[in-house]
T-cell receptor
Framework: GAVVSQHPSWVICKSGTSVKIECRSL??????MFWYRQFPKQSLMLMATSNEGSKATYEQGVEKDKFLINHASLTLSTLTVTSAHPEDSSFYICSAGSKGPGTHFGPGTRLLVL | AQKITQTQPGMFVQEKEAVTLDCTYDTSDPSYGLFWYKQPSSGEMIFLIYQGSYDQQNATEGRYSLNFQKARKSANLVISASQLGDSAMYFC??????????????FGKGTLLTVNP
């Protein structure tokens, strides 16, 4: 079955630093990937749609200059949280679509900003 | 307006019993798909079952079945013979196929299921 990986699974950083999270589709090509954020005991909120070879589409209220998305190839999308602050601490999860209706999620990345 | 509504923040069920998790949706798109995902404490999103808007029969996957009532816009998940490992958060989600949404999912707020021994 289709597999999506994320790296790192855990990251702890100091306030003000930037953190890069990678999302890879391992056995299929994904022209579109999605980045979600999930706060504790809440649902997944879509942050942005990552489009291969073009600019990402951000949801309302998501700062594009803070959450930089790059989709340089058909198997890799990266999310960079720039100048991270404690309020950016969250669970970040990506998804990608393959043939059929299914959407495949990565295992997620837990970010803790101190 | 919320597109996916899950009215049960938490549910309890005895082991080996069946449980129904509610989900209602709102869309004007005639072509859509409904998903249920399980999220254990590890955080991974585990796909459980899918129902397409044009599917004539209710979807089933092992112990999971989806009670699809299109006119009422509901897509309840039924878990039969609950197991302790079923304790998790359950999310209902919808994908609208028209307008190039391209795998974008909208999620409900989730239901936390606890299976008691």
């Amino acid at each position: 079955g289709a597999v999506v990986s994320q790296h790192p699974s855990w990251v702890i950083c100091k306030s003000g630093t930037s953190v890069k999270i990678e999302c890879r589709s391992l056995d299929f090509q994904a022209t579109t990937m999605f980045w979600y954020r999930q706060f504790p005991k809440q649902s997944l909120m879509l942050m942005a749609t990552s489009n291969e070879g073009s600019k990402a589409t951000y949801e309302q209220g998501v700062e594009k200059d803070k959450f930089l998305i790059n989709h340089a190839s058909l198997t890799l999308s990266t999310l960079t949280v720039t100048s991270a602050h404690p309020e950016d601490s969250s669970f970040y999860i990506c998804s990608a679509g393959s043939k059929g209706p299914g959407t495949h999620f990565g295992p997620g990345t837990r970010l803790l900003v101190l | 307006a919320q597109k996916i509504t899950q009215t049960q923040p938490g549910m309890f069920v005895q082991e080996k019993e069946a449980v129904t998790l509610d989900c209602t949706y709102d869309t004007s798109d005639p072509s859509y798909g409904l998903f249920w995902y399980k999220q254990p404490s590890s955080g991974e999103m585990i796909f459980l079952i899918y129902q397409g808007s044009y599917d004539q029969q209710n979807a089933t996957e092992g112990r999971y079945s989806l009670n699809f009532q299109k006119a009422r816009k509901s897509a309840n998940l039924v878990i039969s013979a609950s197991q302790l490992g079923d304790s998790a958060m359950y999310f209902c989600a919808m994908r609208e196929f028209s307008g190039g949404s391209n795998y974008k999912l909208t999620f409900g707020k989730g239901t936390l299921l606890t299976v008691n021994p």
